[in-house]
């Protein structure tokens, strides 16, 4: 199984990524959203991480993706990639598809192997997109993987970004994109199930409170 995963991590292209972070995803957040980051200077340069984010548009993964300064993977929901398009997008930006209908051990291993080859893996704690962008029902994966990894987690909030797609309207609206870097959070000692709730817990509310700010 782990060379499996291996096989997975090596068909990730790094130029490809490169590519269409820096000359795709980039310009489009900075100059068609207007999109800012605070204190990005929090996010290690390296070392094993897991980003925990809320989620409230299509358009997150490749957003968080470009602004962030190191290699980030993620897990996407499985229906993203039906479209080839967007699919091949968010691919080649670092995701892999994660079935929401139950646990997807499959994408677990995936996010254990790529944290352990360096990467910075994205999880949206709540799993699905909320309308306003809070957290309301937080997940305990981000808080198992990081149990079993020992990595960090560091609680990202994404603003703005529900105002993208407009009912009726056809186009991506160029709404003002904030991107809000909070503190890191020590991983749970173990997978009992009272300290992955009291960890998620801490991610969800340092969230919230970075969207409130």
Not at 3 to 27: G, M, Q
Not at 107 to 119: H, K, M, N, P, V
Not at 174 to 185: A, E, F, M, R, T
Request: proline share 8%; with cysteine; hydrophobic share 40%.
């Amino acid at each position: 199984m782990t060379k499996n995963i291996n096989k997975s991590i090596a068909k990730t292209n790094s130029t490809v990524y490169h590519l269409a972070k820096f000359f795709v995803v980039r310009p489009i957040f900075h100059l068609y959203f207007r999109g800012r980051v605070i204190a990005i200077e929090k996010v290690p340069r390296k070392g094993k991480l897991i980003i925990v984010s809320n989620h409230a548009s299509v358009f997150d993964p490749p957003i968080l993706a470009c602004a962030i300064p190191r290699a980030v993977s993620f897990m996407a929901k499985k229906e993203l990639f039906d479209s080839p398009t967007f699919g091949s997008l968010i691919t080649s930006l670092g995701a892999y598809p994660v079935n929401r209908e139950g646990g997807d051990r499959t994408a677990i291993r995936q996010a254990i192997g790529r944290i352990e080859e360096g990467w910075a893996t994205c999880i949206f704690i709540e799993g699905t997109r909320t309308e306003d962008g809070k957290v309301s029902e937080p997940k305990l994966g981000a808080a198992l993987i990081a149990a079993k990894t020992q990595a960090p987690l560091i609680p990202i909030c994404l603003c703005g970004t529900e105002k993208i797609l407009v009912p009726n309207k056809k186009f991506p609206q160029p709404v003002p994109l904030i991107l809000k870097v909070g503190d890191l959070i020590s991983p749970p000692q173990s997978t009992k199930k009272e300290e992955l709730e009291s960890v998620t817990q801490k991610c969800a509310d340092a969230i919230n409170a970075l969207h409130d700010l």
